[in-house]
């Protein structure tokens, strides 16, 4: 059975960092995109970032780009996400997701496979 788990998630205080990650288990994803997605309360789950097979082609969630930074570890069916500078709003749950291919995507409809996620608390 192949799962995503999501961990690296907690409380912090504004502009401090955190790094998420996300362990596949059950088969290799290193010909798939991976990205990450999250849903504040009362909002709707929206992208944040991707990254593809090859780790060439990166896309960000504007308001993240320049703070957050997604990598894959291939060798260790791992993908990480490093937040910097986190900001209230940056609150959420945090997924993880498998690409349906090896292409970079922002869509979530590009996605197979999700996590359970990850709890996010920044405080002002």
């Known amino acids: 059975q192949v799962q995503l788990v999501e961990s690296g998630g907690g409380s912090v205080q504004a502009g401090e960092s955190l790094r998420l990650s996300c362990v596949v288990s059950?088969?290799?994803?290193?010909?798939?995109?991976m990205g990450w997605f999250r849903q504040a309360p009362g909002k709707k789950r929206e992208f944040v970032a991707s990254?593809?097979?090859?780790?060439?082609?990166?896309y960000y969630l504007y308001s993240v780009e320049g703070r957050f930074t997604i990598s894959r570890a291939d060798a260790v069916n791992t993908v990480y996400l490093q937040m910097n500078s986190l900001k209230p709003e940056d609150t959420a749950v945090y997924y993880c997701?498998?690409?349906?291919?090896?292409?970079?995507?922002?869509?979530?409809?590009?996605?197979?496979?999700w996590g359970q996620g990850t709890q996010v608390i920044v405080s002002s």
């Open positions: 997701a498998e690409g349906k291919s090896p292409y970079s995507s922002e869509s979530a409809e590009q996605y197979v496979l």
């Open positions: 990254i593809g097979a090859t780790g060439e082609y990166t």
């Open positions: 059950g088969r290799t994803v290193r010909n798939s995109a």
